[in-house]
């Protein structure tokens, strides 16, 4: 069955320390990877997506992501998070039509 | 911007209530979506729809239905609501291809008392 598992449901950082949330993902077609973001009280918004190519892709607000096939991992990563960062983050792979979701990482940044 | 909104933000209702979530996009979507999100469990797929008057089960569809009668909304129906029902309502659209951004509504978040 399609999966894709967050290992870390919470992380706690202070400013500047650098952010990796795990992603690994279970399913036996061609990828699509994606991490959503939703900050307090706002919506869930892209963050980054990988369909094919670079396997490092980088999204917005300074956060990249790598695909690595060989480990079916999807892993976040920002070198040097803010207090703006703080948020739920989603990491999502897309079969046909349907999305699977994990089931987040609450990241806690202090100032 | 694509824009998602959602009928309402909150909303309670009694056990045993048929209870209507709205959905509307602007964007001329294909595909819509309704999840819910509840803490632990990340986003579960309810259903979706890829056309007018299409829909597919997803993950989680007992004790719910929906109406897609126009592209532009599409609607969550709880026929008979229940406690276990109390959760955040996410709606999203998309463009039909698969690799393509879902954008999501604000959310509807429902007590079922």
């Known amino acids: 069955a399609q999966s894709v598992s967050q290992h870390n449901h919470h992380v706690i950082l202070s400013e500047a320390a650098s952010l990796e949330l795990g992603c690994n993902y279970s399913y036996g077609g061609t990828v699509n990877l994606f991490w959503y973001v939703q900050y307090p009280g706002q919506h869930l918004q892209l963050l980054l997506k990988y369909f094919s190519g670079d396997p490092l892709v980088k999204g917005i607000k300074g956060f990249e992501a790598e695909f690595i096939k060989s480990k079916f991992s999807f892993n976040l990563r920002k070198p040097s998070v803010q207090w703006s960062d703080t948020a739920e983050y989603f990491c999502?792979?897309?079969?046909?039509?349907?999305?699977?979701f994990g089931t987040g990482t609450r990241l806690k940044v202090l100032a | 911007d694509v824009k998602v909104t959602q009928s309402s933000r909150y909303l309670v209702k009694r056990t045993g209530e048929k209870v209507f979530l709205e959905c509307v996009q602007d964007m001329d979507h294909e595909n819509m979506f309704w999840y819910r999100q509840d803490p632990g469990l990340g986003l579960r797929l309810i259903y979706f729809s890829y056309d007018v008057k299409m829909k597919e089960k997803g993950d989680i569809p007992e004790g719910y239905s929906v109406s897609r009668e126009k592209k532009e909304r599409f609607s969550l129906i709880l026929e008979s609501a229940s406690t276990n029902q109390t959760s955040m309502y996410l709606c999203?659209?998309?463009?039909?291809?698969?690799?393509?951004?879902?954008?999501f509504g604000p959310g509807t978040r429902l007590l079922v008392l």
């Open positions: 999502a792979v897309i079969g046909t039509y349907k999305y699977i």
């Open positions: 999203a659209s998309s463009l039909w291809d698969s690799q393509e951004t879902q954008y």
